[in-house]
């Protein structure tokens, strides 16, 4: 009993002691979209119709499992088969990206005229619903198709909201996320200021295009050499594979080394490179 007392009185102080520093509740927060999240953007900003990240990766297993057997069968090298299967199974994946970015670029030189469209729609006495409906008509070619899908949902539907959100993972833009979500905010609070709203938009957008256009031009040089550096070593281990007698030296544990070790070595100096020639990439944060 002598024991116990001084035992839960030094518990209590604990705790009293204790309760002077609150714990702050964990909270997880996505810091950006997942991997797969911002491959399907690019399958749809790709414009390729038909195309699903699914099937993408098919095409890109497809592809790899073709290699793999085709420089199999020359080489009779598991490492250099697979290597090669690697890079031929990324094929499909870089050339999406590839369409996806240059098909972001032509989009943001259009986007300023979506906007203006629109206010001018809204000047001259249109609805919302109406002033997107008819951008499937007057607006930029490209665009056309996804405008006339929200016109044909909303007379379907005559859900605005519905088809504003079927409109964004259409588009799965981040610019035409804030343009949407201007318009929504503004047919559920009104106000006057829509136009001057639109107009502010279509004037900050020219500028980051006209920006971006030139970084875009200066940083061409960078990713070039990046391409270049990573595509030499392989096209000299192609152009060693036609030599059989130095194919020997990749079937020996040291060569599957010197495969793995200058693999890894390629690919992390291709990442530092285009870090360091990367300009920012505007992230969807209204999905």
């Known amino acids: 009993m002598n024991v116990i007392f001084p035992l839960m009185f030094g518990a209590g102080l604990l705790c009293i002691w204790w309760s002077f520093w609150p714990r702050e509740e964990a909270t997880r927060q996505r810091s950006g979209a997942s991997l797969r999240e911002r491959l399907s953007d690019e399958v749809v900003q790709s414009g390729l119709g038909g195309l699903t990240t699914a099937r993408l990766l098919w095409i890109a297993g497809a592809v790899g499992a073709v290699v ?3 420089v199999m069968a020359v080489t009779a090298v598991p490492a250099i088969s697979v290597a090669f299967a690697g890079l031929a199974a990324y094929g499909p994946i870089a050339f999406v990206r590839s369409k ?3 098909r972001r670029s032509q989009l943001r030189d259009l986007w300023p005229d979506v906007v203006d469209h629109i206010a001018s729609a809204v000047r001259a006495g249109l609805a919302l619903p109406e002033s997107l409906s008819q951008l499937a008509v007057r607006g930029p070619e490209e665009l056309r198709p996804a405008f006339a899908e929200f016109a044909h949902d909303y007379r379907a539907a005559g859900r605005f909201h519905e ?10 833009d981040p610019v035409a996320d804030r343009l949407i979500e201007s318009l929504r905010i503004a047919r559920e609070v009104g106000g006057t200021d829509l136009g001057k709203l639109l107009r502010t938009l279509s004037t ?8 971006r256009a030139e970084l875009e031009a ?3 040089w960078t990713v070039n050499a990046a391409r270049l550096a990573v595509a030499a070593p392989w096209i000299v281990l192609a152009m060693l594979a036609t030599r059989g007698d130095s194919l020997a030296a990749y079937r020996d544990p040291s060569g599957v080394v010197v495969l793995v070790v200058g693999t890894a070595v390629t690919f992390v100096a291709y990442r530092i490179m285009r870090r360091i020639g990367r300009l920012p990439v505007e992230a969807r944060v209204l999905r």
């Open 100 to 102: 996806a970015r240059r």
């Open 163 to 172: 088809c504003l959100d079927a409109l964004k993972a259409r588009l799965s």
């Open 218 to 220: 200066r940083q061409s």
């Open 204 to 211: 900050f957008l020219r500028d980051d295009a006209r920006t």
């Open 68 to 70: 793999l057997l085709f």
